[in-house]
């Protein structure tokens, strides 16, 4: 029987948002590249929450603009409205967050893909990957990657496989008793595949999530609730993005809360939700709970938070933060109208909780290819991680790295001083994770310096190195660089005396005259004073656009816990440059305890400092296999 094959560089599985990015990427560095979807119509949907950004998610998608990856120019030309969160405390938890237009976004950015030269879309179910056994074993590798099968038979021929399948490996999904054998939003589940990755020695695991209902906005009374608006001054979320072209009239959201009437319902009817009959298999996420996990985990709280967000400028479809359910849906409309503004709601799509296979990424090296399977790649949900952000910064980072293997060059590890995304992608291949992974500011231990505001500073090299970022965007980014430098340079060097002019100008700021000269800079390190409040006192001060001004109150502010925190770095540094060979023989190091020569030969961590991370491996031993690697 006569087949279809071809041959390209790349095959994507799955075309979400970590499949999106690892596609463009691979494409814009000159591959032949087919992303296969099981519907055109699910390109970078968003099944569940209708936003981009939010806590730490901010700051990945600031850096997948920085490396030149794709989410943060679509999210600018999509957003409805836009808000930066934490403003009240220290900038190193400031983190941008904007409600989409879903179909917008969805529709945006399947019209980047489709005019993304060596890039075809392809909507068809892969159901097998075809690899070869490696006649001499090449590292950890014992096979190679050569393509795809899809359910029609048809071949793809590739040197490299990208797997970013996000939710739907024989996914189901659970509305109380009632359960669909179908992926998130009604569409088709890949129900194939992962017969064929045990088949390749894969470990898999269940994972589970959910989604709150989406009401009628007609049938909601807005007034008993707390109307949310948007910044007065949107800040865009790429660096290319002109700040004159997102300030537009923004949508509201809205606040309300749960009570106890609320939460005797959900206690009332647990025996009927399938979290807790049992039916569910698969682990949900910790940091983001259904409300039955709220109410059963927080006994004590007398309300939840509850946010009504619209999904879109045309359609009446309302999003009810912060209550994703499975419960029956009889027990959801009598739960949902217990609060406040929702007596009278109509639901429109019933909230669900949706079962998925995924992957131990323990079996990932911090490239996101797998240790033994040369070629293959995977980023997103399937590799257990939880949200849109997090899975477009790993299909990024999988498909520079598919590129870069491809063309023989070395390929890109971003480690845990460079980026959220490192430490998201070295948590995820070096932990023990039984859960979804959510990222959190509180994850990075260098977050002061891996600001959401200075992320091109950190990684526009890198991305120009490898070929997203164009010499106009790395220009614009030196640029800010040389004036931010600069600038405080001047203001360290510009002093101001104890004349009646500046004591005056200290008094009316609330702050403490002067008994002697003092820099600029130096009474920018008061609280009271900022670098916009001292222009009165700025003699030789010139225009400067605002990314460097928020750039020169930041370094100049925080010096000394940035000095600190540089330190800290060049410790962690020196543990991340001893690499351990890949054919190391844990057994030979006499020294080692049993339990950590299991985690160093499951593991095969690259680098010592990856090493001491693996829960299991003891400063000691870290101390016995310094002492190996140095006598070897």
């Known amino acids: 029987m006569s087949e279809i094959r071809e041959k390209v560089d790349v095959c994507v599985i799955g075309a979400g948002h970590a499949g999106c990015e690892a596609a463009l990427a691979c494409a814009r560095l000159g591959m032949e590249t087919v992303i296969f979807t099981v519907s055109v119509d699910s390109i970078a949907l968003m099944p569940c929450n209708p936003n981009i950004g939010g ?12 490396l030149g990856g794709e989410m943060g120019k679509v999210i600018d ?77 048809a ?21 109380g008793e009632a359960i669909t054998y179908t992926g998130p939003n009604g569409l088709q589940a890949a129900n194939y595949l992962t017969d064929s990755l045990v088949s390749l020695g894969v470990e898999m695991r269940r994972f589970k999530t959910g989604t709150p209902a989406r009401m009628d906005k007609r049938s909601i009374d807005f007034d008993k609730m707390e109307e949310q ?68 985990k927080f006994a004590d709280k007398e309300r939840h938070q509850v946010f009504i967000e619209p999904e879109g400028l045309h359609t009446n ?47 990932l ?31 990024l980072i999988a498909g520079i790295n598919a590129a870069l293997f491809i063309q023989e060059k070395e390929q890109i590890v971003l480690d845990r001083s460079q980026a959220y995304i490192g430490v998201l992608i070295d948590d995820l291949v070096t932990k023990e994770n039984f859960e979804p992974y959510r990222m959190m500011t509180s994850r990075a231990e260098y977050r ?21 970022v164009s010499k106009i965007e790395m220009d614009e980014m030196l640029a800010k660089k040389y004036m931010t430098e600069k600038e405080i340079e001047r203001l360290k060097n510009t002093s101001i005396g104890a004349a009646k002019e500046y004591q005056d100008f200290l008094v009316s700021q609330g702050s403490s005259p002067l008994k002697t000269s003092a820099t600029l800079a130096e009474l920018m390190c008061r609280p009271e004073l ?14 400067l656009p605002d990314n460097v001004i928020e750039q020169v109150n930041i370094e100049i502010k925080y010096e000394g816990y940035i000095s600190r925190q540089l330190k800290q770095v060049e410790q962690y540094k020196k543990m991340e440059k001893k690499k351990i060979p890949v054919d190391i023989d844990y057994d030979a190091i006499g020294s080692l305890r049993l339990e950590a020569r299991q985690k160093l030969k499951k593991m095969k961590p690259v680098s010592v400092g990856q090493a001491s991370r693996i829960s299991g491996v003891s400063p000691a031993d870290i101390s016995v296999l310094l002492v190996y690697l140095r006598e070897q």
């Open 55 to 66: 806590s730490s998610k901010g700051h990945l998608v600031r850096e997948i603009d920085a």
């Open 77 to 153: 030309k999509t957003f409805i409205q836009s808000k930066m969160l934490n403003v009240s405390k220290g900038p190193a938890v400031h983190s941008l967050r904007a409600q989409a237009d879903k179909a917008e976004y969805s529709r945006a950015m399947r019209k980047v893909l489709e005019n993304q030269e060596h890039l075809t879309i392809k909507q068809s179910e892969v159901v097998e990957l075809l690899a070869e056994d490696l006649s001499v074993p090449k590292g950890h590798y014992v096979k190679k990657i050569t393509g795809v099968r899809t359910y029609t038979g």
């Open 155 to 175: 071949v793809y021929e590739a040197k490299a496989v990208i797997l970013c399948t996000g939710t739907y490996l024989k996914a189901r999904c659970l509305c």
């Open 229 to 296: 608006l948007g910044d007065e001054k949107v800040v865009p979320f790429s660096f290319s993005t002109n700040p004159d072209d997102v300030q537009i009239d923004q949508v509201s959201c809205w606040l309300t809360y749960t009570n106890e009437k609320t939460h005797d319902i959900i206690r009332a009817n647990l025996d009927r939700s399938p979290i807790y009959a049992g039916i569910i298999e698969g682990t949900g996420p910790r940091y983001c709970p259904s409300i039955e996990d709220k109410v059963v």
């Open 317 to 363: 479809e309302m999003y009810v933060g912060g209550m994703s359910s499975s419960l029956p849906e009889d027990v959801q409309l009598s739960m949902y109208r217990t609060v406040p503004g929702l007596e009278n709601c109509k639901i429109v799509k019933n909230a669900y909780a949706i079962e998925y296979d995924c992957i131990n990424p323990e079996q």
């Open 365 to 395: 090296y911090p490239t996101l290819e797998f240790k033994r399977i040369l070629g293959l790649f995977s980023g997103g949900q399937f590799n257990g991680s939880s949200g849109y952000e997090e899975a477009a910064a790993q299909g």
């Open 448 to 468: 002061l310096l891996l600001r959401q505001d200075n992320a091109d500073l950190r990684l526009r090299k890198i991305g120009f190195q490898v070929g997203l």
């Open 530 to 543: 900022s670098y916009e409040s001292l222009a009165a006192i700025d003699k030789e001060r010139k225009w």
